[in-house]
């Protein structure tokens, strides 16, 4: 079965300074993986997706995320982080088979601090 | 990108009423939609999926007859709680799958049960 752990709930930066939230998964096929962002009383939004192709995978808004078999990790990663930054991110991966369907880690609020 | 439109964004029951939330696809069309719930600080759990005019397929531990959803037009998806209770409070969100296997979010609903 597929499954995602993102290792921090909470993470705060400064203004500025670099963006890493983590994420592990498991899954017994070659997964898909998304990381969606959600903005208070907003819809989640598509940040970037992994689907086997290249292992860094940019996204919008200057996010991206290395694909890394080996640590079985999915790190969403930003060099300098803005205050519009702030929200909640959520780690996903597609179920196999023929469910399709996606699921969700418990999510990091990032804070950034001016 | 796609559009997705969920109403209200907001509501208030008494205990004992049923509420009714929309899930509408503004720009496009979509066979599947998602319907998920959030409990505070924790992560997306799927509730069920919604295939237009088919039955939904409800996740383990859903009650089918508590959350009933009709998936009628290619454009719209409703969620009724039923006989709405306290601990159904929670924020509902839907998503619409577009024809390239894309997720697009709504906005959710929060529900609050008096």
């Known amino acids: 079965a597929q499954s995602v752990t993102q290792l921090d709930s909470h993470v705060s930066v400064s203004e500025g300074t670099p963006v890493l939230l983590r994420c592990n998964y498991s899954s017994s096929y070659s997964p898909s993986l998304f990381w969606y962002v959600q903005h208070p009383n907003k819809g989640l939004q598509l940040l970037l997706k992994y689907t086997s192709a290249a292992t860094l995978v940019k996204g919008i808004n200057g996010f991206e995320a290395e694909f890394k078999k080996s640590e079985t990790s999915f790190h969403l990663t930003k060099p300098s982080a803005h205050m519009s930054d702030a929200a909640e991110y959520f780690c996903v991966v597609r179920g196999g088979g023929a469910t399709n369907k996606l699921i969700f880690g418990t999510g990091t609020l990032l804070a950034v601090q001016p | 990108g796609a559009v997705v439109s969920q109403h209200p964004s907001w509501v208030i029951c008494k205990s004992g009423t049923s509420v009714k939330i929309e899930c509408r696809s503004l720009d496009f069309q979509a066979t599947t939609m998602f319907w998920y719930r959030q409990f505070p600080k924790q992560s997306l759990m799927l509730m069920a999926t919604s295939n237009e005019g088919s039955k939904a397929t409800y996740e383990q531990g859903v009650e089918k007859d508590k959350f009933l959803i009709n998936h009628a037009s290619l454009t719209l998806s409703t969620l009724t709680v039923t006989s709405a209770h306290p601990e159904d409070s929670s924020f509902y969100i839907c998503?619409?799958?577009?024809?390239?296997?894309?997720?697009?979010f709504g906005e959710g609903s929060r529900l609050t049960v008096l």
């Open positions: 998503s619409a799958r577009v024809f390239t296997g894309e997720l697009f």
